[in-house]
């Protein structure tokens, strides 16, 4: 059987590469690092995330842990892999990045029909079946060649990654453990802030500099991963109802909520490193040092990462692909991953394995698959082909997007709860049915 071509090895390409592989299908995986890198990406590693290290809420009940079970469900690798390298942080699935991604590179380097292949793919082939993983990084040369198959240009916004502080340089005598709520454990490293440290950190913001932009490219902000500075600009208080909302927090020193209030993240297992969540921005480097040496606690903090801004590339997927994921220009083609129109980790993660059981079906002859409507999965794919054309931007799971629910049943009304329990339970269902015809 000839081998499928995979383009792409970050969390899609690799969940796809896995699927495919044990459809007894050969594979060649393609990824340009470290021959070609990014600016973003740090390691050669498979499947490396490059943003915050989390995979979202493990709460039962969320949107995101929906995604999750489903994931579950139809045996995911990446999924096991992230339970596997979690770290502490309270009601999230967060991971420690080199772990995750060298356990990812390493299970693939030893699946015997999975060939890796170090090398940019600068064009479209000619001959499928393939599925495109590359990316909102996609490199500039095959952008170009998607460009002309598909006829028009992509679309991108910009996403923004936080800073990354060295553990031993936090004064851990200013900061206290805790989850907001006492969610999940006391994960995090929160730092308080009365009301004159924040309006000095406010002040020290709005007026830092920020490397700047084509004027036509400065508002082209993914909404769920705003610059701080971004954010600061849309009111005093913004932040404090953002990434500082103290809501839930009692600092144990004074034994009451501070006015503002910073989180940091563990990034790996040995807790050497934190992220300082929320704190994605475009602050010029120097700048980024001496405003976050405000934030108690940081006063001497020595950073191993400072936020950056990245240009992410996506196509326009109600006029290009099916909801098989297949292009509908060229049926031996499949997008996957942030450049198919999803935002988010596990949401790519999700896109690669349907593109991978598709791209596996049309290699072996067998009828594709739509997943179920009302499924998290299903809903994340009827968003992207059914989405306005006009003004599409990317999406994460969310309510918002499975089914809606009938606010009244009889005489009987349902709450926002109530409605998302059966939101919830309607998609477990049909993905366990799915799940098992699927087996």
């Known amino acids: ?164 502080v060295d553990a031993d340089s936090i004064n851990y005598s200013k900061v206290y453990q805790g ?57 005093i208080d913004t932040l404090r109802f953002g990434p500082m909302k103290p809501v839930g927090l009692i600092d144990p020193r004074t034994q009451q909520r501070p006015y503002a209030a910073v989180q940091l993240r563990q990034e790996n297992l040995k807790a050497d490193s934190y992220n300082i969540v929320g704190f994605q921005n475009h602050l010029r480097f120097g700048e980024q040092e001496k405003l976050f040496r405000l934030i108690p606690g940081l006063e001497e903090a020595h950073f191993l990462r400072l936020g950056q801004v990245h240009r992410n590339t996506f196509i326009n997927a109600p006029r290009q692909i099916s909801s098989t994921l297949q292009s509908l220009k060229r049926h031996d083609v499949f997008f996957a991953g942030q450049l198919s129109g999803v935002e988010g980790y596990v949401e790519c993660i999700a896109t690669g394995l349907v593109a991978g059981i598709n791209a596996s079906y049309l290699a072996l002859g067998k009828p594709l698959l739509t997943f179920p409507r009302a499924s998290a999965i299903g809903s994340l794919i009827h968003y992207l082909v059914n989405a306005p054309p006009e003004n599409f931007q990317p999406e994460n799971i969310n309510f918002g997007i499975l089914p809606s629910i009938e606010r009244s049943t009889g005489k009987v009304k349902l709450g926002k709860k109530e409605r998302r329990k059966l939101q919830i339970k309607m998609a477990l269902q049909e993905m366990s049915c799915f799940a098992r015809e699927l087996s």
């Open 1 to 164: 059987m000839e081998p499928l071509t995979i383009i792409g090895g970050g969390l899609a390409g690799s969940e796809a590469a896995w699927q495919v592989a044990q459809r007894g299908i050969p594979v060649r995986l393609y990824e340009m690092r470290p021959t070609c890198s990014t600016l973003a990406h740090k390691t050669e590693y498979l499947a490396e995330i490059v943003c915050s290290n989390s995979f979202k809420s493990n709460q039962i009940g969320s949107a995101p842990w929906l995604l999750k079970q489903e994931l579950k469900q139809l045996d995911s690798l990446l999924l096991q892999f992230a339970n596997e390298h979690q770290v502490p942080s309270g009601a999230a699935l967060s991971v420690d990045r080199n772990n995750f991604s060298l356990a990812v590179t390493q299970r693939l380097e030893s699946v015997p029909n999975i060939q890796i292949i170090r090398q940019e793919v600068s064009t479209l082939p000619s001959k499928g079946p393939i599925i495109i993983a590359t990316g909102p990084l996609t490199s500039t040369r095959l952008s170009d060649s998607l460009k002309g198959f598909m006829g028009e240009d992509h679309l991108y916004f910009y996403d923004a990654i936080s800073p990354i």
């Open 179 to 235: 989850s907001r709520y006492e969610n999940g454990g006391a994960d995090y490293l929160n730092c308080s802030l009365n009301k004159q440290e924040y309006l000095n950190f406010y002040s020290a913001l709005v007026n830092a500099e920020s490397v700047p932009l084509h004027e036509c490219e400065k508002h082209l902000y993914f909404e769920a991963c705003l610059p701080i500075e971004e954010m600061a600009r849309r009111g």
